[in-house]
């Protein structure tokens, strides 16, 4: 009997040996076909390979990662921190401390509001402080613009704590 003759009677739900010939009625061969009722020969096979279904032992209520990341984009933000007016120095620091406080309170996403920079004699200070942070911080994930500030906020999906 090959696999293809096994995948079939499982599909059914015909569970039994599938060998034909006759029977030399010993009491082995009531052993073997009371076995083969009880172990079905898929399940014998996927035991015999060590082959593991995934999918069975997933928790049905847990999303997928591209799941969780779909529905935090369109998530609001949990919290959000403005760092207008601070100097780089301070706003690093002050990005330090809301990362380390949003991770701790389990939040899943954040806004920061940075502000367009137009102030700025040479670029956006505050911006690139803010990329240069996200890029730093090991539990900040996925970025972007933010939807109501536009480009003087981002948004940050921070990453789940692996326990």
Not at 130 to 136: A, H, I, S, Y
Not at 149 to 160: A, H, I, P, R
Request: with cysteine; charged share 30%; net charge neutral.
């Amino acid at each position: 009997m090959d696999f293809g003759e096994i995948l079939n009677q499982w599909e059914q739900g015909d569970y039994k040996s599938g060998k034909e010939g006759g029977n030399t009625g010993g009491a082995s061969d009531d052993f073997q076909k009371q076995a083969r009722k009880t172990v079905h020969p898929i399940d014998a096979w996927l035991r015999t390979n060590k082959i593991i279904d995934k999918d069975a032992l997933a928790d049905p209520d847990q999303d997928s990662a591209a799941e969780r990341r779909r529905r935090l984009r369109l998530k609001k933000p949990d919290d959000q921190i403005d760092i207008h007016g601070l100097t780089r120095d301070e706003a690093w620091t002050a990005l330090g401390h809301f990362f380390m406080n949003s991770r701790d309170r389990g939040l899943e996403k954040v806004l920061i509001i940075h502000g367009k920079g137009n102030h700025s004699q040479d670029k956006a200070v505050l911006k690139h402080c803010v990329r240069d942070f996200l890029e730093q911080c090991t539990f900040a994930g996925e970025s972007g613009q933010g939807e109501t500030g536009g480009s003087g906020s981002t948004w940050v999906l921070l990453k789940q704590s692996r326990n």
